[in-house]
Nanobody
Framework: QVQLVESGGGLVQAGGSLRLSCAAS????????MGWFRQAPGKEREFVAA????????YYVDSVKDRFTISRDRAKNTVYLQMNSLKAEDTAVYYC?????????????????WGQGTQVTVSS
C-alpha cells in the first residue's frame, strides 16, 4: 500500500503564499502521476493541478494558473504545490492523490491513492 501524507496547510492572508507537500511512503512506485484536489465547504471536490512523473508535464485548473505551481522531487517521493497570490476562494481542504494511469489526470476517478487532506484558509 502507498500512503500519502500532506503538510504545509494553514492560515494566510489574501495575497500571501503557502507551499503544500505530499510525501509518499510505503510501497512507493516509480512513474506515478500525482495530483492535487481541493474541497471547499459546501462544494464538491475539484481538480487543482497534476504532474506527470515520466516527463514532468503539468496541468492546472484555470482558476489557479499563473498562481500555483506543482513540482516533484522524485528522489524524495514528494510532490509540492506552491501557492502564491492566494485568494479567499482558495480556502479549502487540499488533497494529494496518486495514480499509475497517464490519462484523465483531471478526474478524481483516475487516482488510486489519496492523502488525508490539509486545511488551507485564506483570510480576506
Amino acid at each position: 500500500q502507498v500512503q500519502l501524507v500532506e503538510s504545509g496547510g494553514g492560515l494566510v492572508q489574501a495575497g500571501g503564499s503557502l507551499r503544500l507537500s505530499c510525501a509518499a511512503s510505503g510501497r512507493t512506485f516509480s512513474g506515478a502521476n500525482m495530483g492535487w484536489f481541493r474541497q471547499a465547504p459546501g462544494k464538491e471536490r475539484e481538480f487543482v493541478a497534476a504532474i506527470s512523473f515520466s516527463d514532468g508535464r503539468t496541468y492546472y485548473v484555470d482558476s489557479v494558473k499563473d498562481r500555483f505551481t506543482i513540482s516533484r522531487d522524485r528522489a524524495k517521493n514528494t510532490v509540492y504545490l506552491q501557492m502564491n497570490s492566494l485568494k479567499a476562494e482558495d480556502t479549502a481542504v487540499y488533497y494529494c492523490a496518486g495514480t499509475k494511469y497517464g490519462l484523465g489526470l483531471r478526474l478524481q476517478s483516475t487516482y488510486h491513492y489519496w492523502g488525508q487532506g490539509t486545511q488551507v484558509t485564506v483570510s480576506s
